[in-house]
């Protein structure tokens, strides 16, 4: 019996983490993933001013697991009819799969956008962004953020404070097409990281929407703003394996009876019909239901006679039920518990707390610390 899991991001690991206490020692668990470490991806805009942050938020995968087999290569394709992935390097078939492929940047096909715009999902990307933006504060220039989504405050927040330190006269702008910041979230969040933003120095502008980009500038239906930086979080879209599609799960987060699919590789509607948002959050809380539904799946498999004996075990729903939301903003956090809205040290200390959450269930306590040193 083999469990497969494709990706080793929130979701990922997570699965990976809890299968490893709860599949019966005769399944064997592979977790497959192009890096050999594990990013903590909602702090990773924090290396764009604090290059050392990179040490806290990488998890070698060795470190973090401890009975599944990882192997660092490629997924280039899934076929789940024959219950097989291929790989960079070869094949791998599976009894049940777990797609965690996380998601990419979307530049939708906007002329110019990805030639011109710096994305931010990986170490490198931050570093990237880090250097242009040092440059962009030599000569006191322009830095653009296309995208109002949570990656896109936080690194127009980062962007802001890393400009104060450098006592640079830095512009930076942050587009949304939408009317407002932070737009899938609820109103009073939105409010409060807009403030939040322009507290920081960043300028706001809602209902602007991207059409392209040149070196120079972006491009809007109307006008045109001029960069020195230009770093793009406009949207996200499915891995190449899926051919970039993020196909729709349910309150079962399968796409067939074999293979889940969980995190930002699907967009997920929960048991009771919600739309979930694409967070940290939502993929480890759908990596636990996965987790306690893939147990009672392998052992039935393995304790049946034939696996069409009996009745297939029930599998508990997925419902999404966040606490509340948060996000940086520079030295500042804005995050919300119920209907209340906290700023400053509270939510700076909340905010700490999440990545360290993180780290300590799967075991990193060292690194627990360095990220808390880091956030506070």
Request: aromatic letters at 4%.
């Amino acid at each position: 019996m083999r469990v497969v899991v494709l990706g080793a991001g929130y979701a990922g690991l997570t699965l990976a983490h809890r299968l490893e206490s709860r599949l019966p020692d005769a399944a064997d668990i592979v977790v497959v993933d192009e890096s050999d470490t594990h990013l903590v991806q909602h702090e990773l805009h924090r290396v764009v001013r604090r290059p050392a942050v990179a040490d806290a938020i990488t998890v070698p995968l060795d470190d973090a697991l401890d009975r599944a087999t990882v192997r660092t290569t490629r997924v280039e394709g899934i076929d789940r009819d024959a219950r097989r992935v291929r790989l960079a390097d070869g094949v791998l078939d599976y009894d049940y799969a777990a797609v965690c492929l996380g998601a990419e940047t979307a530049f939708y096909d906007l002329p110019g956008v990805a030639d011109h715009g710096l994305p931010l999902k990986r170490l490198d990307h931050a570093r990237e962004i880090r250097e242009d933006a040092l440059d962009t504060c030599e000569r006191d220039g322009r830095i653009v953020v296309g995208g109002a989504g949570l990656s896109g405050v936080q690194v127009a927040g980062e962007l802001a404070a890393l400009a104060d330190e450098r006592d640079a006269d830095v512009d930076v702008t942050l587009l949304e097409r939408q009317d407002s910041v932070a737009p899938a979230f609820p109103e009073a969040f939105q409010t409060a990281v807009r403030d939040a933003l322009v507290a920081a120095g960043v300028d706001v502008r809602t209902d602007a929407r991207v059409t392209g980009a040149t070196g120079e500038a972006v491009e809007l239906d109307d006008s045109g703003v001029p960069y020195d930086t230009f770093v793009w979080t406009g949207g996200i879209r499915g891995s190449d394996a899926l051919g970039g599609d993020r196909p729709v799960v349910r309150g079962d987060l399968r796409l067939d009876d074999r293979t889940f699919a969980v995190g930002d590789a699907a967009r997920v509607v929960d048991a009771d019909g919600d739309a979930v948002p694409a967070s940290a959050a939502a993929a480890i809380r759908e990596a636990g239901t996965v987790a306690t539904n893939l147990g009672r799946l392998v052992r039935h498999a393995l304790e049946a006679d034939d696996e069409t004996d009996g009745f297939a075990p029930r599998l508990d729903p997925f419902r999404f039920d966040a606490p509340g939301w948060i996000v940086s903003v520079g030295d500042d956090a804005v995050a919300t518990v119920g209907p209340k809205v906290f700023t400053g040290a509270p939510a700076r200390a909340m905010k700490a707390t999440v990545g360290a959450g993180h780290l300590s269930s799967v075991g990193e306590i060292t690194r627990v610390v360095e990220l808390a040193r880091e956030e506070l």
